[in-house]
């Protein structure tokens, strides 16, 4: 009985440094590993993480930086197999995480990043439930370690990013919502949210401060409806495209957006390629629609690489057809039908640009080559020269019903990028008027294009009825799109 009171008082003199739950320290070293994922050097990575873990064997950050790696690896590449192959990563990592320090803000929040990280990939490859449960439980454990510290801005970062989500969440995504019980928010408030994360970095040392800046101009881009808003952003955000693919990936992914094109092919040409940096196949989708956009058919050589290269199962499709629209721009009919061929053997349509390539292929109608062309340039914001080829050909000279909607539809857009905004209501009114039973998305996105231009107006009421206008039409292309979009419209208005 004496030996053993002697063993506890020992033992209570002993140091306990090998028991000591695990501690979160985002030092220099985790600092550069971070910088080392985001310029997409992720075997580089991976082996500072493995030294981290040597040199810092109780340091947890490591296993956070660990499933960004694991992130990246799978939302860049699409890889099924490493997403079913890595799935396992996500609970080791949280069962590590959860013995680690309470008392650190990095506790909860780490556990909340993780779930986020895999939610979306679980989205990617539509394990819907899943991926809203992880969700729901993340967000629960950022409002806890907000209550317990209010001060720490990567609750703010997270938390404003998914408050400003889930209000422009789709009608047909409603029975999630139902998950998220605990999860409301709007646009501006989660906007508001972003803001103050960003005011805050600049005067502190918020190892996250660049990845906030890239989150917020995407919020401002597609669920704020601002698209020059989130060009101004992004120059705050230091992104240099020759640094990372990645970099060139947001730079030109924001252009190709707001009509700066030219800027996206520059950029995306930049960006460095070689065994160091971790393959981004869909810059080279990007690429070859973005050189289509200006009608350089030069496009089929990117267009070719991204098919010969990826490994996932998006925008297979989208590449054929936009192989077959070059086909058309240089006069071979012939080429257009051959791809549109192999378009119908290949690739998957879950996604609603491969659904709607698929559309066009089954439907067999070959588009119109003055539309074709109108599209295109507006798409690169090329507003003059579609207007230019718009006028070469009466609308009534065009054989189809759905043509001449069509061209009515183009027409709008167009001079709504020229800001001839009375002139492209009209145009969009008689979209609206004309296409309203038709299951194209002409007059759902006349809508909402329409209640954007009036919102800009600041005459709410009509943006209001514009954009309820847009909620009641289903159309079969675009509608979830079109419909988050008209939400986040009426978001920002209160509703």
């Known amino acids: 009985m004496r030996f053993s009171f002697l063993l506890i008082f020992l033992s209570s003199l002993l140091p306990v440094s090998s028991q000591a739950a695990g501690y979160f320290d985002f030092n220099t070293n985790a600092q550069r590993i971070y910088d080392k994922i985001f310029e997409l050097r992720l075997n580089e990575a991976q082996s500072l993480i493995a030294r981290l873990k040597l040199n810092e064997p109780d340091n947890l950050i490591a296993y956070h930086l660990e499933n960004y790696v694991d992130f990246f690896t799978i939302y860049v590449s699409e890889d099924e197999q490493a997403y079913q192959r890595m799935k396992a990563n996500r609970d080791r990592r949280l069962e590590k995480i959860a013995e680690g320090n309470p008392n650190s ?35 629960k454990l950022l409002l806890e370690n907000q209550a317990q510290f209010p001060d720490f801005l990567g609750n703010q970062k997270d938390l404003g990013i998914l408050h400003a989500a889930v209000g422009t969440v789709p009608d047909n995504y409603r029975w999630a919502l139902e998950m998220l019980s605990s999860l409301e928010g709007t646009v501006e408030q989660g906007k508001k949210e972003v803001e103050g994360v960003l005011r805050a970095a600049s005067s502190t040392n918020f190892p996250f401060r660049q990845e906030t800046q890239v989150l917020y ?23 240099r495209a020759s640094d990372t693919p990645l970099h060139a990936f947001v730079l030109a992914n924001v252009a190709m957006r707001t009509g700066r094109n030219d800027e996206a092919i520059r950029w995306m040409e930049q960006a460095p390629r070689g065994e160091a940096f971790f393959p981004f196949p869909y810059l080279d989708y990007m690429l070859g629609v973005a050189k289509l956009r200006r009608l350089n058919t030069d496009s089929r050589r990117h267009l070719r690489d991204f098919l010969r290269t990826t490994r996932g199962r998006h925008y297979i499709k989208e590449a054929y057809q936009k192989l077959a629209w070059a086909e058309l721009l240089n006069g071979r009919p012939e080429g257009y039908q051959n791809y549109m061929t192999l378009l119908q053997q290949r690739g998957t349509n879950a996604a609603g640009g491969d659904k709607n390539a698929e559309r066009e292929a089954e439907a067999g109608i070959v588009p119109p080559l003055v539309l074709l062309k109108a599209r295109l340039l507006y798409d690169g914001g090329y507003y003059q020269r579609a207007l230019d080829i718009l006028a070469t050909q009466q609308k009534s000279s065009l054989p189809t019903f759905l043509g001449r909607l069509e061209y009515t539809y183009r027409k709008g ?26 299951e194209a998305f002409f ?3 006349a809508a909402l294009q329409a209640g954007l231009i009036e919102e800009k107006r600041g005459r709410k009421t009509s943006a209001r009825t514009y954009f309820n206008r847009c909620l009641s039409l289903k159309p079969e292309e675009y509608r ?8 986040a419209g009426l978001s920002r208005m209160g509703e």
Not at 413 to 421: C, Q, S, T
């Open 480 to 487: 979830t799109g079109l419909h988050q979009q008209a939400k």
């Open 413 to 438: 857009r167009i001079l709504h990028g020229l800001k001839k905004y009375d002139a492209a209501l009209a145009q969009y009114d008689r979209t609206i008027e004309q296409g309203q039973t038709s």
């Open 217 to 239: 101009t995407f919020l401002l881009l597609h669920l704020d409806g601002r698209p020059e808003a989130a060009w101004a952003a992004l120059e705050n955000a230091d992104l």
């Open 443 to 445: 007059a759902c996105n």
């Open 105 to 139: 803000p990095y506790y909860l929040y780490t556990q909340a990043e993780i779930r986020l990280h895999w939610a979306l990939l679980k989205l990617r490859f539509e394990e819907y439930l899943s991926a809203f449960t992880d969700i729901n439980r993340a967000h």
